[in-house]
């Protein structure tokens, strides 16, 4: 596979790294490397929203990725703790997603189909991102305003979204205070001091979206509890949009492991959303 790195910013950890296939040169027995025509896949890593949780996480997967034929755009953002945080974090998730746009001609990338694969916070991310178009219209102007990013006309849009053991219900993360005040590190303080900028930053509260998410949830996980894929499935079907809750056998972080059913289940469902 071929790797190439780029940065979307200024700050160091502005960047993302896109994995290709090796070209097939004709040798038809390569492992996959023609299985799905075009598209991208979004790495998008884990780790609470902090800092000391990089890119290096994601990577294992952009590489798996790539061997099966898969392009992979593994995304580092900056994180509470080094710059990130509330509006900075969401504003880098979508400008490292549209930063697609600069780089497709280099690769001959193929837009029309974008899917994320987010692991834990980067699960939230990726469905948050997706929900982008409703954005401006969920009655939170002020929030809105306050995160900067490309015109809807330039952007490049999720097709798909497959969230593993995703942070997807943010109100409820909060109130069970999972990994220890999570939620207000990233967001800059609770839901009673910034209650709009709260509700802009759940997926929960972009519903209902076209976009098809794929909400898998590890049985053994002890990191984050099923209960935030659950809510958001029952939200996302009673409001209209095509999700789907699929339950894989192991614990948080045989999701990230390549060797994984866990994970295994997360690259077939990334392929058929590119196919």
Known sequence: MLRHKYSYGEHPSQWGELFTPEPNNGNHHHRG???????????IHGGYWRSQYGAELGEPLARDLAAHGITAWNLEYRRAGNGGGWPHTFEDILAGIDHLSQIAGDHDLQLGKVVALGHSAGGHLAVWAAGRQRLSAIGTPDADRQLVRTLEANAVHLTGVV???????LAAAEKLNLSNGAVCNLMGGDSARFPKRHKYADPMS????????????ASNDEDVPASQSEAYVAAATAAGTPAQLLRVPGDHFDLIDPRAVAYKKCRE?????LS
């Open 33 to 43: 490397t023609s299985a799905v025509a075009g598209g991208v896949a979004v790495v």
């Open 269 to 273: 469902l990334v392929q058929r959303l």
């Open 206 to 217: 972009l519903l209902p979206i076209d976009v098809p998410v794929y909400a898998v949830h």
């Open 163 to 169: 969230s593993q053991s995703g942070l997807l219900n």
